[in-house]
Every structure is written in structure tokens, then in C-alpha cells.
């Protein structure tokens, strides 16, 4: 299984969500899971934010692009790839002031390109092309947030990343929401944190049951069409 786990927590070794995601991926190696991770600190290495230049690039033809115009869109295209190249997505953030880090929404609008991470279909649909990945997000959040709260209804990062990644063809989304941490008192964030694990525990093992399921109908399939090769070769 191909993941690309992107982190977007500003802090370092404080940060929950990083240890989250860590977490998650321990357990899925525990689960035996083959893993080729492909790892994405948008701290560190973050995507430019929309330019007027970028703008204009990706909304002309591929075939009308001029050099400059192809340069501007190289790094997008690049993460592109990457994002359709993966099985699964493990995007791992806190909230900040109620939504995403500035960073992440950065990566948001390089990979959402017309004609590459969606397409617009002959009967004016738009044809998100992220069907097949398994998503993952993981955010961390200072306040509780949960139905009954009295924050409930200020919770904009989780319709965003819906709405953002639904665009893209992401259906189900899992979300694993270790809350409140920052402004409540140490039990209630040590309850929040095992109760992180143990929601991230059971999508690894979910997640490990489908990687298996898929990877024994690979070697029946492979089995069989060796057994036809050998029976034509025999006729």
C-alpha cells in the first residue's frame, strides 16, 4: 500500500497531530501492512499560494501553455502525481481559530487542477478523480467541538476538508478527531488522546483487513491467468 501522509502542524515534537499520524502508521505496520510511505511536512516544503500567474496557467489549455506558464505549474504538477500515485491519503492537522493551517489549504489549491484532479464531464458534471484512495484525516483541536458542545456549530475545518476533497471524488472520508486538548484540563485531554488511538487503532485494522483482501484477489487473478497461459500453450 502506497500512503501519502502529510503533516501540517506548525509545532514539532509537541504536536498531536504528527503524533497521531505517526501512531496510525505504527499500527498499520503492525497490522503487516506492506507500506511505501511517501511523507509531505507542508510546513516545511509549502506550496505557493495562488498567484495571478497561477490563475491564468491552469486555467489554459495544456496544449496553449508557454514556458512560463508551464514552470508556474511544475511544482503543482508534481504534487499531483503524487496525491493520484498514492492508494491512501493520511493528512494530519490541528485547527487553527476554527479551520485549516494556512499551509494546508496552500496544498489544497495546488491540487485542485482542472484536467488533472478533476474533469469536467461532456454533460457539464465535474468528475473528481480521486475515487479510489482511502482518506485519512486526523486534526487535533484545542476546544471540544463534538455534537452537544457549545462550540458545536464553529467547526469549519470538517465541512471544508469535506466539501475540498469531495470536489476531487473523495466520497468517505474517515476523520479521526482527538478532542479538546489545548484549553481543557489534563484528564479530559489524556481521555481525548486514547480515545484518538483507539478510533485510529480500528481504521488500521480496517484499513490493514481491505489491503489484504485486495492483495489475495491480485495473486488469484494471477494465479488463474498463468493457469489459462499453461492450458493454451498445452492446446
Not at 503533516?7 to 497531530?17: H, I, L
Not at 497521531?20 to 511517501?38: G, I, K
Request: net charge neutral; proline share 4%; with cysteine.
Amino acid at each position: 500500500m502506497k500512503i501519502m501522509h502529510v503533516d501540517a502542524s506548525a509545532k514539532r515534537e509537541r504536536s498531536n497531530s504528527r503524533a497521531l499520524s505517526r501512531y496510525f502508521l505504527e499500527r498499520l505496520r503492525e497490522e503487516r501492512v506492506d507500506l511505501e510511505v511517501d511523507y509531505l511536512d507542508v510546513t516545511v516544503d509549502t506550496p505557493p499560494h495562488v498567484s495571478e500567474a497561477f490563475a491564468i496557467a491552469t486555467y489554459t489549455p495544456a496544449q496553449e501553455r508557454t514556458a512560463a506558464m508551464k514552470a508556474t505549474l511544475a511544482s503543482s504538477d508534481a504534487l499531483c502525481r503524487r496525491l493520484l500515485a498514492a492508494d491512501a491519503l493520511v493528512f494530519a492537522m490541528p485547527m487553527y481559530n476554527w479551520s485549516m493551517p494556512s499551509a494546508f489549504k496552500a496544498f489544497i489549491d495546488s491540487v485542485t487542477r482542472t484536467g488533472v484532479t478533476y474533469v469536467n464531464s461532456d454533460d457539464g458534471r465535474v468528475v473528481g478523480q480521486l475515487v479510489r484512495q482511502k482518506v485519512l484525516f486526523i486534526t487535533s483541536r484545542g476546544a471540544d467541538l463534538r455534537a452537544g458542545s457549545p462550540y458545536e456549530s464553529m467547526d469549519a475545518l470538517t465541512p471544508a476538508l469535506k466539501a475540498a476533497f469531495g470536489f476531487l471524488g473523495v466520497a468517505e472520508p474517515t476523520f479521526v478527531d482527538a478532542q479538546p486538548l489545548q484549553f481543557a484540563n489534563p484528564e479530559a485531554r489524556a481521555e481525548a488522546l486514547e480515545r484518538a488511538r483507539a478510533e485510529l487503532a480500528g481504521v488500521a485494522a480496517n484499513w490493514a483487513s481491505r489491503a489484504k483482501r485486495i492483495a489475495h484477489a491480485s495473486v488469484a487473478t494471477t494465479v488463474d491467468t498463468h493457469h489459462e497461459a499453461v492450458t493454451l500453450c498445452q492446446e
